[in-house]
């Protein structure tokens, strides 16, 4: 057979290119599977910003390999995950899977994972079922159980003294799960929760539950929502008149990345969370300086998750370099990560979900600010967790 010189120039090129992919030199396929359209947005966009600045930061290599960027809009609807993560594993063959912010989504999204054993970290969706009964060694989070900031704003309203709480949330899992911590937090301080309080997620008609709230007057309203339906509640308790009569407390998503829209109706409000803007430490200072020069903006909770996703998949990949066939090597530098992060350092449990501090915080002018640490080294005990 006689091979024309450009036929051979080709064969040469594809075989090559056969052979580096072979050796694991070929970048590293990661797919985000996030929320980039709705209440969400911003947080999904935080988080990716976060994982490519810490890739950045490395030269754009974890492990000795590219990272190559497969995207998904998960619309944080729940109905859609399994085709939305399916299009990733199948369709674009990820090597590794980020997301995603919702609940919902995300247990869906671990279900297909633990079927297909793609490796899955989750940056932010806190359903305790994904470290607890759905978990699995290619399944790791970077954020928090949705009891743990639930749990620790507990107690932080037990030691203010107050008795007598209702609570408000969207219904779904975050939400029943959250006031699930608070109120076992609460009741341990000796206060009773008079009512919980829901809307449909991702509703923000707020009014009809607020007169409710004026009517009973507890001495506390405990509250989750993120993203724009924060904005509004906020905004909306204010304008009730409630923020001069009946404190308001929540997980820190109430307050993080939504300040500025918030304004002076978000002043003073106290949060817990695994992360305040202010905290003066080298790494936070640094992260927060140079996530301020890429992105022109603020960094907040959800962009510190996306860094730390990043830093957690880099150990991984460091220890095995590059080399994802060694996955049980892979997971296992990971169970055993020290992270580094802009929070401050946390461990993996057990069941793969950050042990952690989490702040007493207060909203100053655009910032979260730490007033001292409300639980140290939280875990969540990833109840019926089985690998
Ligand atoms: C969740 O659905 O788990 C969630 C969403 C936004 C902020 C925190 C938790």
Redesign the pocket.
């Known amino acids: 057979m006689r091979l024309f010189p450009r036929t051979l120039a080709a064969m040469v090129a594809l075989c090559a290119a056969c052979l580096s992919h072979a050796q694991g030199s070929a970048p590293i396929k990661v797919g985000l599977m996030l929320p980039y359209t709705g209440t969400?947005a911003s947080?999904g966009n935080m988080i990716e910003n976060g994982f490519k600045l810490y890739v950045q930061e490395q030269g754009g290599k974890l492990g000795g390999r590219e990272i190559q960027y497969f995207k998904v809009d998960d619309e944080s609807e729940p109905s859609k995950a399994t085709d939305n993560v399916n299009k990733l594993i199948k369709r674009d063959q990820v090597d590794v899977i980020v997301g995603t912010?919702?609940?919902g989504v995300?247990m869906a999204m671990a279900r297909v994972a633990k079927e297909s054993k793609t490796l899955l970290i989750v940056p932010?969706?806190?359903?305790g079922a994904i470290t607890g009964p759905a978990c699995a060694p290619n399944i790791f989070r970077t954020s928090f159980t949705?009891w743990q900031p639930g749990y620790a704003t507990g107690v932080i309203a037990g030691q203010k003294g107050y008795k007598r709480a209702m609570t408000i949330t969207w219904n779904y899992?975050?939400g029943s799960e959250m006031v699930k911590g608070f109120t076992e937090a609460f009741e341990k301080s000796g206060g009773k929760v008079l009512k919980d309080l829901t809307v449909p997620f991702p509703n923000v008609e707020f009014q009809a539950l607020l007169t409710e709230i004026a009517a009973q007057k507890p001495d506390v309203v405990f509250a989750f929502f993120?993203?724009g339906g924060a904005v509004k509640f906020v905004k909306d308790y204010a304008a009730a008149g409630l923020n001069k009569t009946i404190p308001l407390v929540g997980t820190g998503?109430l307050t993080d990345g939504t300040l500025e829209a918030q304004g002076a109706t978000a002043q003073g409000l106290i949060t817990s969370l695994h992360y305040a803007d202010n905290l003066e430490t080298p790494r936070n200072n640094a992260f927060r300086k140079n996530f301020a020069l890429a992105y022109k903006t603020n960094a907040d909770v959800y962009a510190v998750q996306g860094y730390d996703t990043a830093q957690l998949l880099a150990v991984g990949l460091n220890a095995v370099k590059g080399d994802l066939s060694k996955r049980d090597e892979l997971v296992a530098a990971m169970r055993k990560a020290t992270i580094d992060s802009p929070r401050g350092k946390f461990t993996m449990s057990a069941s793969h979900n950050p042990v952690q501090d989490f702040y007493t915080r207060e909203v100053k002018g655009n910032n979260n600010e730490a007033r001292g640490i409300a639980v140290k080294a939280l875990a969540d005990p990833g109840a019926g967790c089985r690998m």
Do not use: K, M, Q, R
């Open positions: 969400y947080l912010v919702h609940s995300a932010n969706a806190g359903a949705n899992a975050a993120a993203g998503f």
